[in-house]
């Protein structure tokens, strides 16, 4: 499956955002979907996930500040970010993982958080 990311840009410290994850096929394929994020000079982390008909899990370090949730109609999967901090810039990326096993990834989309 091909992932397009999209939504990142310039936020003002407290702001929200919203990032977009279009896929190119029905996301009912797809058991796992995710936002990860790397910030320069460090190793990528996952920000947040979702589980087909389970709940989310997200890092301890956005918990109660993002969201993600999967619009099955829309073949997609968003990270609503509230009360972004500088902490929080990254290149953010979408990750799928089929029920097959297949990992897919976006092409990143950059979120910068001005302090």
């Known amino acids: 499956v091909q992932l397009q990311a999209s939504g990142g840009g310039l936020v003002q410290y407290g702001g929200s955002a919203r990032l977009s994850c279009v896929a190119s096929?029905?996301?009912?394929?797809?058991?796992?979907m995710g936002w990860f994020r790397q910030a320069p000079g460090k190793q990528r982390e996952l920000v947040a996930d979702i589980i087909k008909h389970h709940v989310a899990t997200y890092a301890d370090s956005v918990k109660g500040r993002f969201a993600i949730f999967r619009d099955t109609a829309e073949n997609a999967v968003y990270l609503q970010m509230n009360d972004l901090r500088p902490e929080d810039s990254a290149v953010y990326y979408c990750?799928?993982?089929?029920?097959?096993?297949?990992?897919?990834w976006g092409q990143g989309t950059l979120v910068t958080v001005s302090s």
């Open positions: 096929e029905s996301i009912e394929s797809i058991n796992d």
């Open positions: 990750h799928a993982v089929s029920w097959s096993g297949i990992s897919s």
